[in-house]
């Protein structure tokens, strides 16, 4: 072995790391405009589905619900990879454990949201009663559990960042991550729940968006 063999065995680690990261951040990157172009072509193609009256996730019942159930597993595993890259790219510094792990379990949380579907109810699937179900389903209640749980846990990340990029006097930054928080935990507004809801979810899939396109720009990836 050559005195130069050690630089090199370095130098063709880290491009194997950055090969393997980056297929995991662009998941993450496109977690959120999958979840919404999904959602939209539904909203655009059910019958009786009105945003106004009926969260996104009432997407998953009925014939066609598989589709939603599948768009929120799908982009949850996508979530999941963008922690995962951010857990290899950020080594040091505050949240460079706690984040990834908080993004984790928002995926998770978007994970079990589509295996236990919203029940039906206002008139949607069509020949669905009009009105609220009488009494959630377990299955119902434990899907509004994980989403709670992943919208806290994204909060509690945007938090941790905002608070780093103010420590790194990264002005954009620490806005934009504050703004997301406040949407985060902002309180849901029974009269237009529905919609608050799919408008928290793009400030909580920009995030991850932006998040995955910030670190594929880092030198340890696009090198």
Known sequence: MTMNSAPRLAHSDTRALARSTRPLLLAGAFAGPLFYASALVQMLTRPGFDLRIHPLSQLSTGDLGWIQVLTFVLVGLGVICLAIGHRRIVTDGLG????????AITGAGFIAAGVFPQDPANGFPLGTPDGPTAEPTWHALVHMGAAIVGFTALAVAAVIALIRAIRERRAAAAIGNGVVAIALLAPVVPDIASI????????AFGWCTATAIALLGSPRVSR
């Open 96 to 103: 460079r454990t706690a984040i990834p792990v908080l993004v």
């Open 196 to 203: 608050q809801v799919a408008v928290t979810g793009l400030f």
